[in-house]
Antibody
């Protein structure tokens, strides 16, 4: 299993960015996926999740209305579209594969290495 | 939201020691509790799911227990590679939430 995040970088407050996660080594369309972030020197925070068929999505309140999770099962890629970015969004964003198909029980069995987003002027 | 409280926030131990990290949920979560290990600059690694299910490839010196609101992770006979930060996470209801972590350091 490989999960490779990309798209992080430096963005100004109020800006937008899209993160991508390219997956391989498993049947992508059979698994729910998540984004989890970690601010520098801090703990882990759940951001968003999407079911295997993309029909069910969840966004934490802190990002609801600003971030959108999506997936392309034909391209084995997970996305996180982020808008109205704030300095508090600065973190390493991890792409996470779930053991199951649905957003009912989260058992994240594989994590990517993460991509760093810095929101600063 | 379900709050996850880990204790201690850090501990010092020697190679060969047995250590226990506890995690308390602010409400009932059955056995929907995962444990992770994270080393500096690395992604978290899932050690235990469903409170006590040891994941494939994880050494048997790691043991998880508990149900309801109180859980624990025990590492028997600490090895040099076990010095890391450990997190619990509830998967009972959204938003899935993590504990603040327990850093296990070398004494």
């Amino acid at each position: 299993v490989q999960l490779v995040e990309s798209g992080g970088g430096l963005v100004q407050p109020g800006g937008s960015l899209r993160l991508s996660c390219s997956a391989s080594g498993f049947t992508f369309s059979n698994h729910a996926l998540h984004w989890v972030r970690q601010a520098p020197g801090r703990g882990l925070e759940y951001v968003s999740g999407i079911s295997s068929n993309g029909g069910d999505r969840y966004h934490a309140d802190v990002v609801k209305g600003r971030f959108t999770i999506s997936r392309d099962n034909a391209e084995n890629t997970l996305y996180l579209q982020m808008t109205s970015l704030r300095p508090a969004d600065t973190a390493v964003y991890y792409c996470v594969k779930d053991e199951g198909r649905w957003l009912t029980i989260m058992i994240p069995d594989y994590w990517g290495q993460g991509t760093l987003l810095t929101v600063s002027s | 939201d379900i709050q996850m409280t880990q204790s201690p926030s850090s501990l010092s131990a020697s190679v060969g020691d047995s250590v226990t990290v506890t995690c308390r949920a602010s409400q009932y979560i059955s056995n929907y509790l995962n444990w992770y290990q994270q080393k500096p600059g690395r992604a978290p690694k899932l050690l235990i799911s469903s409170a006590s299910n040891l994941r494939s490839g994880v050494p048997s010196r790691f043991t998880g227990s508990g149900s309801g609101t109180d859980f624990s992770l025990t590492i028997s006979s600490l090895q040099p590679e076990d010095f890391a930060t450990y997190y619990c996470q509830q998967s009972y209801s959204t938003p899935w939430t993590f504990g603040h972590g327990t850093k296990v350091e070398i004494k």
